[in-house]
């Protein structure tokens, strides 16, 4: 299967390595708290762009998809499964999976709106998105997307209420349970 050979993807396959140096851990109780709006358990659960698997180490456990070759060799590294994979296109089957988390990655993904619909097909009814992401349109994030930009990053930034917006389009239930700089939107997806 051919993935994703973006700018971006191509960036953190080569630094790969340095990636975690200085990095904080990812915020558990914050990704606990978006996982609330869901109706566990959450078995089985897939950590999309999840690069090194920080956020996935914080939960415990979860299922690293990444498109970078890299990243995923330090992911397995830590313990974790790990699986090479486009966030828009899972190689993963419809309705199989208790929660999809994707941190600090949506922004670097080329199709935001392909990766929020294909989170929403893997996930069971009851299950939950959680994303944490960067508002643009704060201070501090205007200062972020300079930054990526100049770093040779293509990010693109959605604000807490466009992404909630592209999860509803995806058949979502949204939830904001943290607004700011850094924030999360949770979506829900429906009995049926
Ligand atoms: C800033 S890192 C975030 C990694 C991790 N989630 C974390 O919080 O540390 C962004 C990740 O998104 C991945 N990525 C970018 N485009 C992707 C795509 N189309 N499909 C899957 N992963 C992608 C990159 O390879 C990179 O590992």
Avoid: C, N
């Amino acid at each position: 299967m051919r993935h994703t050979a973006t700018r971006d993807v191509s960036l953190f396959d080569r630094f790969a390595r340095l990636y975690e140096l200085g990095m904080p851990a990812a915020d558990a109780d914050r990704l606990e708290a978006g996982l609330a709006f869901g109706t566990g358990p959450f078995e089985r659960v897939l950590d999309v762009g999840g690069g090194t698997g920080r956020a996935a180490r914080a939960l415990g456990d979860a299922t690293v998809i990444d498109a970078a070759q890299g990243m995923l060799t330090e992911a397995r590294a830590s313990g974790l499964d790990a699986v090479q994979g486009d966030a828009g296109r899972l190689p993963v089957r419809t309705g199989s999976v208790d929660a999809v988390i994707i941190v600090d990655a949506l922004h670097h993904f080329p199709d935001a709106a392909a990766a929020i619909e294909d989170a929403a097909r893997v996930l069971r009814a009851g299950g939950v998105l959680v994303v944490r992401e960067f508002d643009p349109g704060t201070w501090r994030g205007r200062g972020l997307v300079r930054m990526e930009h100049l770093v040779g990053f293509d990010s693109t930034f959605y604000t807490a209420d466009d992404l909630a917006g592209l999860m509803a389009d995806a058949g979502l239930v949204t939830f904001h349970p943290e607004r700011g700089f850094a924030y999360t939107v949770a979506g829900v997806k429906r009995g049926d």
